[in-house]
């Protein structure tokens, strides 16, 4: 069995040693460039990199933007697989189809969808057409605060896919007998949604969650295909700063917002796995 070990940490030594070489030691340098003053005599400064940070108007407002996205993007990501999910494990004749289909965004290169949406969402584009036709004015889509809605609508086209394949995937673990017995019982679709389905993919379900978050957290390439590098205000997030600071050298300020941004990442993950616990504690 010890022989069987040390074979696979042979196998395993070149990814951790890429891992450490490429992860953790930038990482920990990092930490350094964040407590330096970035000139030539790379003087320790302490925090003052992080006190000046959270002075600075357009970081609050990047990380403002990306909270508030994800806040959005997240669980509507969440409800919306879990729901068409439920919805197509039902259907039999033509599932497979369905299921196949969903992934073909998750999967289609990026500049791809840039360039539909570009065309979408163009001020004499079709969205603006249909706005017309139904009795509105045109909206600049690309250039005002309306940009949230074709970024948000962008997330959930690409990622939809991906999360509806792991609901689905747990939905068939779930005996129909249950099901049977629940309809016979008179619960509906939302009855049994919060009382069965729910308790019995829970791990799942959190998974996708953080999945989802994830994703959300990382949405700057939405923003910055569609917008470039400095958007509309209301869609400027944290990673516009960072980008446009790394831009210009400036890599004390980068470090110092990815580590503060980082720590509140940790926090936000660390409060739903502890809520994810409780919830499955009270279902057992």
Not at 81 to 88: K, R
């Amino acid at each position: 069995m010890f022989e069987k070990k040390k074979s696979v940490l042979i196998f395993l030594l070149p990814g951790l040693l890429m891992l450490m070489i490429f992860y953790v030691l930038p990482f920990i340098s990092g930490i350094g460039f964040s407590l330096t003053d970035g000139s030539y005599k790379n003087e320790f400064v302490g925090l003052q990199n992080y006190r000046d940070l959270w002075q600075n108007s357009m970081f609050l407002l990047g990380l403002r933007n990306t909270m508030e996205l994800s806040l959005i993007c997240a669980p509507l990501l969440w409800v919306l697989s879990f729901l068409l999910a439920s919805a197509l494990s039902g259907i039999k004749p033509y599932g497979g189809f369905f299921r196949s289909s969903v992934l073909l965004p998750y999967l289609t290169p990026g500049s791809a969808i840039l360039l539909v949406w570009l065309v979408l969402f163009d001020y004499g584009g079709p969205m603006n057409r249909l706005f017309m036709a139904l009795g509105f004015s045109r909206v600049e889509w690309l250039t005002t605060g309306a940009l949230r809605f074709p970024v948000i609508l962008m997330f959930l086209w690409k990622n939809l896919g991906f999360c509806l394949i792991i609901f689905l995937a747990a939905l068939q673990s779930i005996p129909k007998p249950l099901y049977e017995y629940a309809e016979l019982e008179g619960a509906g679709f939302f009855t049994r949604a919060f009382h069965i389905t729910l308790p019995m993919i829970l791990p799942n379900a959190f998974l996708v969650f953080v999945l989802a978050w994830i994703n959300a957290f990382k949405i700057f390439k939405e923003v910055y295909f569609i917008a470039g590098a400095y958007p509309d205000y209301s869609v400027y997030t944290l990673q516009n700063y960072m980008n446009n600071m790394f831009q210009k050298m400036n890599y004390q300020n980068v470090t110092a917002a990815a580590y503060s941004f980082g720590l509140i990442v940790i926090a936000i993950f660390g409060a739903i796995f502890f809520l994810q616990r409780r919830a499955a504690r009270g279902l057992n």
